[in-house]
């Protein structure tokens, strides 16, 4: 098993006539992932590298059964694109676009909310998901994820920043340890898929036995997920929060992270996860080594 | 983008709320044109984007031209917690019967927008949550349905707002809420928001920070550029679209993405070291953000080695590599750079810098991030 995608996911790409959907979009193909189809308005009936285009995601679905997208479109259009997603009837939305209005985001979210519940959408500002030899949607180099193995144990990963999903992926493969699925939640200020969306699912996988979960400075996401992992998490995790030296006041590069009012600080986040039982380090290496160390005595 | 509070008046007045007539003043002599057109008596306000003015002398009465010539030469230019006043705002002066607070953001937690309205206006919203949390209204809003004027009124009413109050500030919150929305606002603040004896209420300050995201769809930010305070490091990293936050230690930092450029700070800082900026070059850099960034950081003299952290993702290793020898080529590099490089196309990125040449005193290649971090905090001490 993997969580939200594997081996079965039929995935679109919305955008794959552009350079990054067909840059990305081909390289989740070469990956194994199935991509069966693109969207671009005006283009139906085009290929692309022998992907079929359509005008819709509508007119996608109804022909390849897709049931996962990618949305790799400009900013001013992503709003829309993850809409129309939604209301073709697919499950999963993938939005690595950066610099999306936070008006459009928290307006989208809620909207999914209400009119489609049974959409659940990752990101965006996100790296993708993937779950290792069987689904990689987004932006990750498929080469740096460890497969899962049959009997484990198995980690599942998930992040507040892409990079950083990379580094964690990176560190488990150096030390052999299979990843069940590894899922970029973004560093925005309104993702759509959360931190205590990952960890529920991950508790329920039987395929994950362990999990690692990247934070960073800002907001209270870490915190939510640290009261989450205290009342209904019993996996071992390791954690790292990025941003220990960070200034107050300053905007280290995603919108969402911010130190304000003494609040968000990397030192208040680790805290309510050690709290919470779960082993933090202070750089990526060393949850790595955590990690190594919890699945070793699994 | 943080407004100064002339341009956050101009920005409400463009959604019609009400605000004191006057205008902006560099010098002295426009400082009385705009006294002379708003009419006495007027309040010169120091423009600074700090806390605290009012403490440090920086916002004034004057009755009269002469009072107004002697308060504008002296804020003009006076020093509020390290901001040097380049311009003040002068206008009207308010008859005051009553202040009050009210403010827009976005509640991360609840992914809704959250409206606080209070009775106790003019003092540091912070100091009332602390001291007494139920005179603040907090109403959740739905993006999808907007705010309505009777939530607003009932806002109004749940804040204990007089009667007389209660029309004029369930407008003003309806069109504070229309800014905050439609102008794409990540904070719209009215505090104090004013009660006067006539019964009207309106905006005495303004406090907005505009989504810089939205920035293509709002011409009209253009005319708020320019007088942000930054010093010249940060002022030409902007000028490459480049994230860079400068810091006070040696190691100049290049990374791509937030949360790695993040960690590079704190692996640095562990170490032993201390970084001299943060610089996201961000998704998808090519090899001509890789060479801005590297001028950026050469031009900061504190410098005595670079650690450039790349794991690539949307980024590729080959354009990393591109940049890197292309900028070498541009300018004489003061600090040595010591590379880690991962993720996509790294291999083909590690060759071309094996290929371009470059002798180990200028560039160094290191495994992981912490090997990579160890021997630029060293090449730095």
Known sequence: MAIFVDENTKVLVQGLTGGQGKYHGLRNRDYGTKVVGGVTPGKGGQEVDGIPIFNSVADAVEATGANASFAAVPPKFAAGAILEAAEAGIGFVVCITEGIPAQDEATTFNRLQRDFPNTRLLGPNCPGIISPGKCNIGITAGEIAQNPTADGPNVGIVSRSGTLTYQALYELKQRGIGVSTCVGIGGDPVPGTNFIDCLAEFQNDSETHAIMMLGEIGGSAEEEAAEFIQANVTKPMSSYIAGVTAPAGKKMGHAGAIVSGGKGTAQGKMDALTAAGVKVGLNPTEAGELMAEVVAAL | ?381
């Open chain 2, 1 to 381: 983008m943080d407004l100064f509070e002339y341009q956050g008046k101009q920005y409400f007045a463009r959604y019609d709320i009400p605000v004191s007539p006057g205008g902006p003043a560099d010098t002295v002599d426009e400082a009385v044109r705009e006294a002379n057109n708003a009419g006495y008596p007027v309040v010169v306000k120091a423009q600074v984007q700090v806390g605290g003015r009012g403490k440090a002398g920086g916002i004034q009465l004057a009755d009269d031209e002469a009072a107004v010539r002697e308060h504008a030469g002296n804020i003009l230019g006076m020093d509020i917690k390290g901001h040097v006043v380049k311009r003040v705002w002068v206008e009207r002066a308010s008859d005051i019967d009553e202040e009050y607070y009210v403010s827009f953001t976005l509640d991360r937690a609840e992914k809704k927008h959250l409206m606080m309205l209070s009775r106790e206006g003019g003092v540091e919203i912070e100091v009332v949550a602390e001291e007494n949390p139920d005179a603040i209204v907090k109403i959740h809003i739905d993006p999808v349905d907007g705010l309505s004027a009777e939530t607003a009124r009932t806002a109004c009413t749940d804040a204990a707002l007089p009667e007389r109050a209660i029309d004029g500030a369930t407008e003003i919150i309806v069109k504070l809420y229309r800014c905050y929305t439609e102008g794409d606002c990540d904070l719209a603040e009215i505090n104090p928001l004013i009660l006067k004896p006539t019964g009207e209420v309106h905006a005495l300050d303004a406090k907005v920070t505009l989504d810089d995201s939205a920035e293509f769809r709002h011409p009209e930010w253009e005319d708020f550029k320019g007088l942000t305070v930054m010093d010249d490091r940060e002022k030409m990293a902007a000028e490459k679209d480049l994230q860079y936050i400068g810091l006070d230690g040696t190691v100049g930092i290049i990374a791509n993405g937030a949360g790695l450029a993040m960690s590079t700070l704190d692996v640095v800082n562990q170490v032993g070291g201390s970084a001299a900026n943060f610089l996201d070059i961000g998704g998808g850099a090519n090899a001509d953000v890789m060479a801005g960034a590297l001028e950026v950081i050469n031009s900061d003299d504190k410098v005595k080695s670079i650690f450039i952290n790349i794991f690539g993702g949307i980024t590729r290793g080959e354009e990393v590599a591109k940049g890197i020898v292309e900028a070498m080529g541009r300018v004489v590099l003061k600090a040595p750079i010591v590379i880690r490089l991962d993720g996509t196309n790294a291999e083909e990125g590690r060759q071309i810098l094996l290929d371009a040449g470059i002798p180990e005193d200028k560039l160094r290649s290191e495994p992981t991030m912490l090997d990579a971090a160890r021997t630029a905090v060293a090449l730095a001490s």
